[in-house]
């Protein structure tokens, strides 16, 4: 009777210790880092003002802090290297520029928070 006893408590012991470590594998499950980029105006003409906008998001956490983020411009296959960018509010991030070449452009944020790094590229073309 005695040992009936001791196997049943047993049991619900192993039964509380694997919804324990389900439950610990659940709240470590890696969030994933959410990089968007749009230009505003959509088509950019030579000599106007644009306004380039990243968005941040580490799950459902807006990313305002402790992110690094760098916008690349690239102009007829010629980078000019990578533009520190400081953050707007609410985990957005912007750039403001004129181009003064028609042709095939990109900018590309590179964002980089805890171990994670993206690279969204934004391909437009300037017209005259």
Not at 69 to 95: C, D, H, K, R, W
Not at 118 to 127: A, G, H, N, R
Request: glycine share 4%; hydrophobic share 40%; net charge negative.
């Amino acid at each position: 009777m005695m040992r009936t006893i001791v196997i049943i408590l047993f049991i619900f012991w192993l039964a509380g210790c694997s919804s324990s470590v389900e439950n610990q594998i659940k709240a470590e499950k890696p969030k994933e880092l959410e990089v968007t980029i749009e230009s505003d105006p959509k088509q950019v003409q030579i000599n106007e003002k644009v306004t380039f906008t990243s968005t941040v998001k580490y799950g459902n956490e807006d990313i305002s802090k402790d992110a690094e983020v760098m916008f690349e411009v690239i102009e007829n296959g010629m980078s000019y290297g990578n533009l520190p960018i400081e953050p707007s509010a609410n985990g957005t991030y912007q750039l403001e520029l004129k181009f003064s070449e028609p042709g095939e452009h990109q900018v590309i944020a590179h964002v980089s928070y805890k171990d994670l790094h993206e690279m969204p590229i934004l391909p437009f073309q300037v017209t005259q």
